[in-house]
Each structure stands twice: as structure tokens, then as C-alpha cells.
């Protein structure tokens, strides 16, 4: 490989060429960091238009505020924040759009007053059982479950290592289980 194909996703000569001005530094950026954008994108909009539009915005934007970029963490994490902010931003004008509240719409199951006390109690189990763990636990179990992080995203927020934050995880899901009682607790 020659050395400036090998540099080219150096991400300290990325943000060089942007805050020198040179207009190859984008197309540099979406070389290196596009395919994982779109894919967090389309995780984080949930449809692959959205995520493209969030992608190309965000890249845009990290043109045009690349002083902002302190260092302190992955060019790649910051560009990550850049697409799932611009996907949140996105739902947020979605929920004013008037065609989403169509009164036509007719929903697909009714709830009963029986239905949302099962749920309410269910909610309440788990509730008391995340409580039941440790913090740590607690943490791996709601960035995987409720906020749909994948391993090695945890393993960027925590500082782990993907396999790490598998093992915690499979540990962490059977405390839970033992203590939604869905399984025996342990023996010892």
C-alpha cells in the first residue's frame, strides 16, 4: 500500500485538510468513516433515507465546525454523535408533522383496562429487578436493551472490549432472569 493511500484515514491529517480548507478532506472523511455512519444512521433513524440525509448532513456540518473537534475523543465518535444527533433532530420535526396524526388512522389492537394493569405490573417486576443489580450491570443491560447499542458501540462508551462486554452481558441478562424469576437462582 502506498504511504498516502495508508494515511489517508489518518484522522489527525483528516482534520488537518478540513481546517486547512481543502475540499478533498470531505471526501476523505466519507471514504474512511461513511459506511459506519450509514449503518449507525439507519440504526439510529430506522429507514436508509434518513440515515443517508443524516449522514450527508452531518458531514457537511463537520466541515464547517471541524475547530470544534477538541480531540479528546475519535474523530470517528464525534462524526457517530454528528448522525445520531441529526437523526433525533429528524423524529423531533417528525412528531409536528400533521399527516402523522391522521384521525382516519384506525389503531391495530385495542387495549383493555386488564392489559395496561399487566403491563403496568410487568413494568413495575422490571423495574424492581434492574434495581437489583449492580450499577454496572445495570448500565450494560440499558445501553444494550433499551437504547439498542451494539457490543462494540458499549465497548467505545465503557472503555471495554467488545468480548468484555459480551461476557458482562450474558452474566448481567441471567442475573436479571434470576431475578425476574424466569430462572432458579444459582446454587452456592
Known amino acids: 500500500m502506498s504511504e498516502p493511500a495508508k494515511n489517508a484515514c489518518d484522522p489527525q491529517q483528516l482534520v488537518e485538510l478540513v481546517r486547512a480548507g481543502d475540499h478533498r478532506a470531505l471526501d476523505g472523511l466519507t471514504r474512511c468513516f461513511g459506511e459506519r455512519l450509514v449503518q449507525v444512521g439507519k440504526k439510529t433513524c430506522r429507514n436508509t433515507m434518513d440515515a443517508e440525509d443524516a449522514v450527508q448532513d452531518s458531514l457537511l456540518a463537520a466541515g464547517e465546525h471541524l475547530q470544534q473537534f477538541r480531540g479528546d475523543g475519535s474523530l470517528e465518535g464525534w462524526l457517530v454523535r454528528m448522525v445520531v444527533n441529526a437523526c433525533h433532530r429528524m423524529r423531533r420535526g417528525q412528531k409536528n408533522d400533521p399527516h402523522l396524526h391522521d384521525v382516519d388512522v384506525e389503531l391495530a389492537t385495542e387495549e383493555t383496562p386488564e392489559t395496561l394493569a399487566a403491563q403496568g405490573q410487568m413494568i ?65
Open 124 to 188: 413495575t417486576r422490571l423495574g424492581d429487578a434492574l434495581l437489583t443489580l449492580s450499577p454496572d450491570d445495570r448500565a450494560l443491560i440499558l445501553l444494550s436493551e433499551a437504547e439498542q447499542h451494539t457490543a462494540p458501540e458499549i465497548a467505545d462508551l465503557l472503555q471495554l472490549t467488545p468480548t468484555a462486554v459480551r461476557s458482562r452481558l450474558m452474566r448481567a441478562r441471567k442475573r436479571l432472569q434470576t431475578a425476574l424469576g424466569m430462572v432458579d437462582a444459582p446454587a452456592g
